[in-house]
C-alpha cells in the first residue's frame, strides 16, 4: 500500500523529550492516541485524551510493568495485513484493531550501563515489549508507520501534513530500516555487555567467563558521524564512526573549534596522540607531540611552556605538521609558542580566551577540546581487519610502577634513573615496535620507531638525539646519563652497545629473552643499571 492514513497511534517512549507535543498535533489531527505507563500519564497531565493499553488488551500491567505490550491485541493491530482476508477476519473475530502508527524508544540500557549501575538495574533496563513492538511495525511497513527517534516527530509530522494524514511508502521503509538498525544495536549492547563487562559483575565471580573469553558470534552497532573527504590517500574512502556505548571519550568526541575538518590521518595521529598524554592525566603539565602516529616528542614539565619547549627540542625536525596535545589546558603563552611551528591539530582539556585568540591567527589549525582524558588503564577491545577475517584482543591497558621493575644488574639505579627509566617506558609503550626511546629529566631524548630490528631503531634515536643537540647548540645530546627503554626484551648483548654508544646509564626492558644473561653481563661490564619489567608493549 503505498499511502496509509493514520487514524490510531501507539505511543509508548522512555525519553520523553517532544512527545507531549507530538501527541498535540497528532490529536489534532483526529488521531486517536493509545499508551502505556509514564507516557500515558504525561499525554493525559498535558490535556489530552488517551487510551491506556490495559484498555485495549482487558489485562492491567503486570510484574513491574514487564509485562504491558506483549498481547494479540497489541501485536496484532500492528502485524496484520490489511488487505489479507484471513488477518481482517482475524482481527474483527477477536476484536483487534489496526494500530497505523508506533512511536517507541527503549529503555536506556547503554545510560543505565554507564553510571555504574548494579547488575539487577541494568537488566531490569532490558527492554523486551519495546523491541518487540518495533519489530512487528517495522515487518509491516507495508500498513505501519513506525518511528524510533525523537529527532524524527518533526518530520513524521511533515509527512503527515504533505500527504494529507498519511504517510508514504518510502517514508515507511526508511523509518523501518533505520528502526531495525536500533533494535541491532540495542541488542548488540546487551549481547557484549553479557559477553565482557559482566564478567566482572557475573554472580558467579570474575572467573566465570575465563573459560570463553571471547563469544562465537560478536555483534557490532556503531553510528555514523561524518564522511571524510579520503582515507588514508585521496583513491581512498572513509569515514568515521561512534560507538553506541554511553559516555565514549576520545577524538570522534572532542569539540573542534576551529579548523579545516579531521582527515582519516588527523583522527588516526590525534588519537595517538591522546592516548598518550593520557598516560600523563593528573600529574604535572605534559606535551605530546606525534607525527605519523608515533611520537616524536614527549615532556613534563613544572609548566606546560617548559614542556612544550622540551618536547619540541627532541625532534624539531619531524615536530612540522604534527599533532600537539597537552595533559592540562592550554595557557596563551603556550599557545603562541606552538603556532611558532606549523602544526596540524592541537589537542587539549579546555583552553583559555589568550589561547583561543592566538590560534584563532592560524585559522586552517584544528582545535580541539576534550572534556576529559580518557582513561589509560581502561578495560575495552580493539580491533583490526585482515583479508578474510577480524582481529580481536583487549586494549595495552598495562602500567609498571616502581614496585613492579626487577633490578637485574649489580648496580642498583638511582632515585633519578628510576623516574626517567618509568618516564621513557610510558612514551616506549605508544611507539611502533621495534621501539627504542631514550629519556633524560622528565623529556624524551630520542626515539626510534617501526623498524625491524631495535639495534637500528636505538642508532636512529641516538642519532635524532645528536641532531637535535646541534639544533640546539648543546654540547652533549641529551642522550647522555638517560634511561634507554626497550618495548620488547633485547634479544642480543648489541642492544646494550647501543646503550652505551648514546651515552645511556640505565636499561629498563622486558626481560626473557634467551640470552638474558649475556645481556646482563654486557651491561655489568659496562657498569650500567638495568631493570626488568616483566611486561612488554609490542604496537604495530
Not at 489479507?84 to 524508544?105: C, F, R
Not at 614527549?298 to 625536525?317: I, K, N
Not at 617506558?425 to 630490528?453: C, E, L, P
Request: with cysteine.
Amino acid at each position: 500500500m503505498t499511502q496509509v492514513t493514520i487514524k490510531r497511534a501507539l505511543l509508548s517512549v522512555s525519553d520523553k523529550d517532544g512527545i507531549v507535543e507530538l501527541a498535540r498535533a497528532l490529536a489534532a489531527n483526529g488521531v486517536e492516541l493509545v499508551s502505556t505507563g509514564g507516557t500515558a500519564k504525561a499525554i493525559r497531565d498535558a490535556g489530552l485524551e488517551v487510551k491506556d493499553v490495559s484498555d485495549l488488551t482487558g489485562f492491567p500491567e503486570m510484574m513491574d510493568g514487564r509485562v504491558k505490550t506483549l498481547h494479540p491485541v497489541v501485536h496484532g493491530g500492528l502485524l496484520a495485513v490489511r488487505d489479507n482476508a484471513e488477518h481482517k477476519a482475524a482481527m474483527d473475530s477477536h476484536g483487534i484493531g489496526a494500530i497505523d502508527l508506533l512511536v517507541v524508544n527503549l529503555y536506556p540500557f547503554e545510560q543505565t550501563v554507564a553510571r555504574g549501575a548494579s547488575r539487577d538495574e541494568i537488566i531490569e533496563n532490558i527492554d523486551i515489549g519495546g523491541p518487540a513492538m518495533v519489530r512487528s511495525a517495522s515487518k509491516n511497513h507495508g500498513f505501519v508507520t513506525i518511528v524510533t527517534d525523537p529527532s524524527d516527530y518533526a518530520e513524521l509530522l511533515a509527512e503527515l501534513d504533505a500527504q494529507d494524514g498519511a504517510t508514504s511508502l518510502a517514508f515507511r521503509i526508511r523509518m523501518a530500516g533505520k528502526a531495525f538498525a536500533k533494535t541491532a544495536s540495542y541488542d548488540a549492547a546487551i549481547a557484549n555487555w553479557f559477553a565482557f563487562a559482566d564478567a566482572f559483575s557475573n554472580p558467579l565471580g570474575p572467573d566465570a567467563l575465563k573459560a570463553t573469553p571471547f563469544v562465537d558470534k560478536l555483534p557490532l552497532a556503531f553510528t555514523l558521524k561524518d564522511t571524510l573527504r579520503y582515507g588514508e590517500n585521496p583513491h581512498q574512502t572513509a569515514a568515521v564512526y561512534l560507538p553506541q556505548s554511553v559516555g565514549a571519550r576520545g577524538i570522534p568526541q572532542a569539540q573542534q573549534v576551529q579548523g579545516k575538518e579531521l582527515s582519516y590521518n588527523n583522527y588516526n595521529d590525534a588519537d595517538a596522540a591522546l592516548e598518550l598524554v593520557a598516560e600523563f592525566a593528573g600529574g604535572d603539565p605534559a606535551v605530546v607531540i606525534v607525527k605519523h602516529a608515533n611520537p616524536c616528542g614527549v615532556a613534563q614539565a613544572p609548566s606546560l611552556l617548559q614542556a612544550w619547549r622540551e618536547a619540541l627540542a627532541c625532534d624539531s625536525v619531524s615536530a612540522f605538521g604534527g599533532i600537539v596535545a597537552t595533559n592540562v589546558p592550554l595557557d596563551g603563552e603556550t599557545a603562541r609558542a606552538i603556532c611558532e611551528i606549523f602544526t596540524e591539530v592541537v589537542i587539549a582539556p579546555g583552553a583559555d580566551d589568550a589561547a583561543r585568540a592566538a590560534f584563532a591567527a592560524k585559522k586552517n589549525l584544528r582545535l580541539l577540546l576534550v572534556e576529559d582524558l580518557p582513561d589509560a588503564a581502561r578495560p575495552g577491545l580493539q580491533m583490526k581487519s585482515i583479508a578474510g577475517g577480524m582481529l580481536l584482543q583487549s586494549r595495552d591497558a598495562g602500567d609498571i610502577g616502581p614496585g613492579d621493575l626487577k633490578v637485574v644488574s649489580k648496580r642498583a639505579p638511582s632515585a633519578q634513573e628510576l623516574a626517567d627509566c618509568l618516564f621513557a617506558w610510558k612514551v616506549a609503550k605508544h611507539v611502533k615496535s621495534n621501539a627504542i626511546v631514550f629519556a633524560r629529566d622528565g623529556a624524551t631524548a630520542g626515539i626510534g620507531a617501526g623498524q625491524m630490528n631495535r639495534r637500528d631503531s636505538g642508532r636512529i634515536a641516538a642519532a635524532r638525539a645528536r641532531e637535535a643537540a646541534q639544533t640546539a647548540g648543546w654540547d652533549n645530546p641529551r642522550t647522555i646519563g638517560s634511561a634507554m627503554a626497550s618495548d620488547a626484551f633485547l634479544p642480543f648483548a648489541d642492544g646494550i652497545e647501543v646503550a652505551l654508544e648514546a651515552g645511556a646509564s640505565v636499561v629498563i626492558q622486558p626481560g626473557g629473552a634467551m640470552r638474558d644473561d649475556e645481556v646482563i653481563k654486557a651491561a655489568d661490564d659496562a657498569g650500567l643499571a638495568m631493570v626488568f619489567t616483566g611486561m612488554r608493549h609490542f604496537r604495530h
